[in-house]
């Protein structure tokens, strides 16, 4: 079995690309730091939330996969 961290998303590396804080990512998005770091550490989490994450990240909705890849099973 895999661990949540091979699991997980790339969130925290685009966020860290762009120099910005949690914080300033939930900001843009419209939710919580708490839901941003629940993301980062591989929880799942609804549609909406990740539109709103990728588009507070400059990013289009096709980007999807780059940010919240398909677990491999």
């Known amino acids: 079995m895999k661990s ?3 699991i997980g998303n790339n969130v925290r590396q685009f966020r860290e690309e762009l120099l ?3 914080a300033e990512l939930a900001r ?3 939710i919580s730091s708490l839901t941003i ?3 980062e ?3 799942s989490c ?3 939330t990740m539109r709103k994450i990728l588009l507070a990240l ?3 909705l096709t980007d ?3 940010v919240f890849p398909k677990p491999v099973i």
Request: no cysteine; aromatic share 0%.
């Open 4 to 6: 949540k961290e091979s």
């Open 58 to 60: 400059g990013l289009k």
């Open 28 to 30: 843009k998005a419209g």
């Open 41 to 43: 550490h591989g929880m």
């Open 64 to 66: 999807k996969e780059k």
């Open 37 to 39: 770091d629940r993301i």
């Open 46 to 48: 609804r549609m909406d």
């Open 20 to 22: 910005m804080s949690k």
